[in-house]
């Protein structure tokens, strides 16, 4: 009884161990969350796009006027001598005269051939290019992630396929060492054997080590520091339910790429109506209200003061610039057409890397099922190999070939499940929909 319990109590403590260190995994989407959240590039979009939210307002565009108050304070000391019609002369040296000049300006462009609602339009585009820069540096965190993720997902299952293989080429080892001990095969079987398990064994510290690199760059990826310690998951599912004719529709409408470029047409268009509007007059109101006063310790007018307000109308009406204008207008519209072919050519690219991602996927996806049949038959035919080689069926070299082909069909199989997601990710990418969790 006690017997049992020990055992109950032991198979209790393994999983509840076994469970810890699954919840101590880092999961794909946690560790989306953390790059989104932390990424250096996504800081530093994040914070760029700041700049158009600030920029965007009336003031920057023109609309509100301008205020200034000024002022003034002088003193001088002169030698004076004035001579005056009636015959009086007045001489003194060191006058002191002190003057001070005060005054507020306003002066509000209150037209200016449309400008002002031009360039608060074009201020708009511009914070709007801010925000889907941002949204597009998301986007391609996320999938720089998940491509990063899953490669260390198929590192680590190519590292326990490996050390699995490792155990078929020790037996074989043995196997050889015992025939050539009793002297029923010749020394080579037993030192190709070796030589073969030695780069089975190199093969495995490279993969382990491209682990840690992998590791350590992931860990750049989310902001962390690069010695991080941390698991993911050991599983890669592609999802074979994605829908490329809803991809493609979503490319044509949330395409980052395309969304950016056709922001950046509507900025020329901005631009173009802006450089129009010099065409048209402008109309300035103009205000101000003054103090101006000095005293003079000498002279004909030894006080004065002038205080009051006084404005005006400015309009000034085009007339020629040197076609400078025309010229501008031009060039913009020269800008406006090559952005439209811009538009156009990015439509076409998306396209066509969204339907090569496709066909990559539906590849990825056929030969996942391929290379799982295929590894099923070379498992099994390297354990019926295994035991004809035990009873000396086959050669050492036959062997060898059907041990090779198991780790070929391992490293097919690992990889076909990579690309499959990989594809499964781009197509979500070009889509603009990999950030949408």
Known sequence: MKKRLKLLSLSFLINILAFAQESSKLSVDDAIRMAVEKNFDVEIVKNEQQIGTINNNWGTAGLWPNINLNSTIGIASNNLEQRLTNGTTIKRNGAILRNLNAGFAVSWRIFDGMRMFASKRRLEELEKIGELSFRSQVNTTVFNVIAAYYEIVQLNQQRKALQATIKFFEERKLIAESRFTIGTAPKTDFLQAEVDLNQQKGSLLAIENNIRVAKANFNNLLARKPETVFEVMEVIEPDATVSYAALQQKATTDNYDLLLAQ????????????IISQRLPSVTLNGNFNLSQSKNDAGFTLFNRNLGP????????????????KRQEQVADIGIKNQQIVIDRLK??????LLNAFYNFQNALNLVKLEKNTLALIEENNVIATERFRKLAITSLELRQVQ???INGQTRYINSLYMAKLAEAEMKLLAGDLNKL
């Open 348 to 353: 076409n690219q998306v396209n066509t890397s």
């Open 404 to 406: 090779i082909d198991y």
């Open 310 to 325: 006084n404005g005006n109308i400015g309009i000034a009406i085009p007339i020629f610039q040197g076609g400078n204008i």
């Open 263 to 274: 922001s950046s047409l509507s900025v020329l268009v901005q631009q173009k109506r802006e």
